[in-house]
Nanobody, 124 residues
């Protein structure tokens, strides 16, 4: 069974940094899609970044491009999201997820599994 556990959220001031981690167990498929999406109160889900398992191809949303970076440590079954130059509009619950890779220019298609989320709060 696939299990994902996020950590690393917190409260920071605008311009600060946070590093989110997601430990993935029960999933070793190459060519799959690991991603981060976020959801703020009253808003829908927004795909933030994703990485293709095995190959490592990444994608980042325009809203975070140049500030966030997704990576994967295969040895530790961990995916990370380095978030720099944080803005108040980045405030949300962040979730890591397992989905299906279909397009090099977009987030994962479908979301099969996701974790419990970690809260990121950025104050101005």
């Amino acid at each position: 069974q696939v299990h994902l556990v996020e950590s690393g959220g917190g409260s920071v001031q605008a311009g600060g940094s946070l590093r989110l981690s997601c430990v993935v167990s029960g999933y070793s498929y190459s060519g799959g899609c690991l991603g981060w999406f976020r959801q703020a109160p009253g808003n829908g889900r927004e795909g933030v970044a994703r990485i293709v398992t095995g190959g490592g191809g990444t994608w980042h949303a325009d809203s975070v491009k140049g500030r966030f970076s997704v990576s994967q440590d295969n040895a530790r079954n961990t995916m990370t999201l380095q978030m720099n130059k944080l803005k108040p509009e980045d405030t949300a619950m962040y979730y890591c997820s397992v989905g299906r890779f279909t397009d090099s220019n977009s987030f994962c298609a479908d979301t099969f599994f996701w974790g419990q989320g970690t809260q990121v709060t950025v104050s101005s």
